[in-house]
T-cell receptor, first 113, second 110 residues
Framework: KAGVTQTPRYLIKTRGQQVTLSCSPISGHRSVSWYQQTPGQGLQFLFEYFSETQRNKGNFPGRFSGRQFSNSRSEMNVSTLELGDSALYLC????????????FGPGTRLTVT | GESVGLHLPTLSVQEGDNSIINCAYSNSASDYFIWYKQESGKGPQFIIDIRSNMDKRQGQRVTVLLNKTVKHLSLQIAATQPGDSAVYFCAENTGNQFYFGTGTSLTVIP
């Protein structure tokens, strides 16, 4: 069974631009969560999608948004990029919501210049 | 807010020795915990999990211990190998979302 895949793996953007990242969960998994990882901050939860609905949201500004499609694939969008948005963005999938085994993708490394 | 912390940011062990990585969590309502391993340039890799109705769980060369009294979680790696060098995170879940520690960097000395 294929793991979680994320595209693209690397991105370089300029301040003020927007970016869309994609995540394909493990086949059969319906929950997708997104995280931001920066040095010294660890993993910070962005949001979780389940059955095409955002079920939970972390403490990030509205510039960060996402969606989930009927095939459980998910995208996250960051608008009006800031230098501080440079990070590794990880998505994780699990079979269902709540406390269950969660598996991560390789991440998308976003650099904002 | 939630707080998951690690006692030591770095740990160096000799190849073949056992490693113990510790984690403190703050929410007594957390009922599910996962340990992840993250190698440079990769996403976190699931190692082992444990639910709050257990105090010990064993996998291949790894053991997770949960002490709910003091809200402490540990990961024991037996016969540590060079391939175990990575950053290790603990994560807690209250049934709503996961909260992660900042990680412990494990270096295995050949």
């Amino acid at each position: 069974k294929a793991g979680v895949t994320q595209t693209p793996r690397y991105l370089i953007k300029t301040r003020g631009q927007q970016v869309t990242l994609s995540c394909s969960p493990i086949s059969g998994h319906r929950s997708v969560s997104w995280y931001q990882q920066t040095p010294g901050q660890g993993l910070q939860f962005l949001f979780e999608y389940f059955s095409e609905t955002q079920r939970n949201k972390g403490n990030f500004p509205g510039r960060f948004s996402g969606r989930q499609f009927s095939n459980s694939r998910s995208e996250m969008n960051v608008s009006t990029l800031e230098l501080g948005d440079s990070a590794l963005y990880l998505c994780a999938s699990s079979l269902t919501r709540g406390g269950n085994e969660q598996y991560f993708g390789p991440g998308t490394r976003l650099t904002v210049t | 807010g939630e707080s998951v912390g690690l006692h030591l940011p770095t740990l160096s062990v000799q190849e073949g020795d056992n490693s113990i990585i510790n984690c403190a969590y703050s929410n007594s309502a957390s009922d599910y915990f996962i340990w992840y391993k993250q190698e440079s340039g990769k996403g976190p890799q699931f190692i082992i999990d444990i639910r709050s109705n257990m105090d010990k769980r064993q996998g291949q060369r790894v053991t997770v211990l949960l002490n709910k009294t003091v809200k402490h979680l540990s990961l024991q790696i037996a016969a540590t190998q060079p391939g175990d060098s990575a950053v290790y995170f603990c994560a807690e879940n209250t049934g709503n979302q996961f909260y992660f520690g900042t990680g412990t960097s494990l270096t295995v000395i050949p």
